[in-house]
């Protein structure tokens, strides 16, 4: 019977072969994950023998990650907000960058009460819908998907989170599903927003296995930015905020685009420094 360190060091090496990124933290996170512990109880246990039973169970996820299958879809599930989401492959994976869209839209929006509906486009799993709904409890949440996949697992996770009260999901493009006289407070959006060149040189796990049109908007990479920006006046509440995550070499094109839908766009940095989100408001300035 092999221990725990013997499967993480043949497992770690496979990966390293295999050319998965971080083979260390992936061996771990799928044999902690296989075994129902947590990362750091591995290291108290390194000696303990598995069952043929447990490594009948392990092995096709490790086959799965050396494939560069996305570790996220074979474990089943991510943390975004200090919320506990179902992931897989019917929505794009939510990143750590758009849990800092969230936060940036705390910052500006510091007034719980005064953010009474927020529609949320392209939702996907859910993520921000769910997270803004906690975010702003007494808020009235709107998530629009084009994807009936994307849709069904978002209900999953609004179900799992108890939120079905006050998040409700519409099917369509973009604004397509709302009536003309429906006003939010805030509009947000992490859009597709990679060029058809920047799709050709990402990761297997992004290309391979992540939903393209959740990816990919055209040569620019703006085509579907340009469809939120020029629609989102007649749908912004006064004083409303449209919010989005958007490509780090976009800036002078969405500026541009905002001046023309007669709004105020200003552009925020990431935590590495790019200039990832792209916030709006109606009106220009004087």
């Known amino acids: 019977m092999l ?8 497992t770690e090496a496979f990966f390293q072969e295999k050319g998965v990124p971080d083979p260390k933290l992936d061996t771990d996170l799928l044999i902690a994950h296989s075994l129902g512990m947590k990362r750091l109880d591995l290291y108290l246990d390194l000696e303990r023998p598995l069952t043929e039973a447990q ?10 990650r ?26 794009l994976i939510p990143r750590p960058e758009t849990e800092e869209l969230v936060e940036l839209i ?11 509906r927020i529609l949320d486009l392209g939702t996907g799993t859910g993520a921000l819908a769910l997270a803004l709904a906690t975010l702003y409890p007494e808020a009235e949440v709107t998530g629009v998907d084009f994807s009936e996949e994307a849709l ?3 209900t999953e996770n609004i179900e799992s989170l108890g939120l079905a009260d006050r998040v409700s999901l519409k099917q369509g493009s973009w604004f397509e599903p709302i009536a003309k006289d429906e006003r939010f407070d805030l509009i947000v959006s992490n859009p597709p927003y990679l060029t058809e060149d920047e799709m050709t040189t990402a990761e297997p796990e992004v290309f391979g296995h992540e939903p393209s049109t959740a990816l990919v908007s055209g040569a620019d990479g ?5 469809i939120i920006m020029e629609s989102a006046p007649r749908y912004l509440a006064v004083g409303g905020l449209l919010a989005m995550e958007t490509g780090i070499a976009q800036t002078q094109q969405l500026t541009e685009l905002a001046k023309s839908a007669e709004m105020t766009g200003e552009s925020f940095d990431d935590m590495s420094g790019r200039p990832r989100f792209f916030f709006c408001r109606s009106g220009t300035p004087a």
Do not use: H, W
Request: charged share 40%; proline share 3%; glycine share 2%.
């Open 106 to 116: 705390a910052d500006r929006l510091k007034e719980q009460t005064a953010t009474k």
């Open 152 to 154: 069904a697992l978002a």
């Open 55 to 64: 490594l009948a169970e392990l092995r096709p996820m490790v086959k799965r």
């Open 66 to 91: 050396s494939q560069r299958e996305p570790l996220q879809y074979i474990i089943g599930n991510v943390e975004f907000c200090d919320l506990k989401l179902k992931v897989d492959a019917r929505a």
């Open 222 to 226: 703006l085509d579907d930015l340009r």
């Open 3 to 10: 221990s725990i360190r013997e499967i993480k060091e043949r």
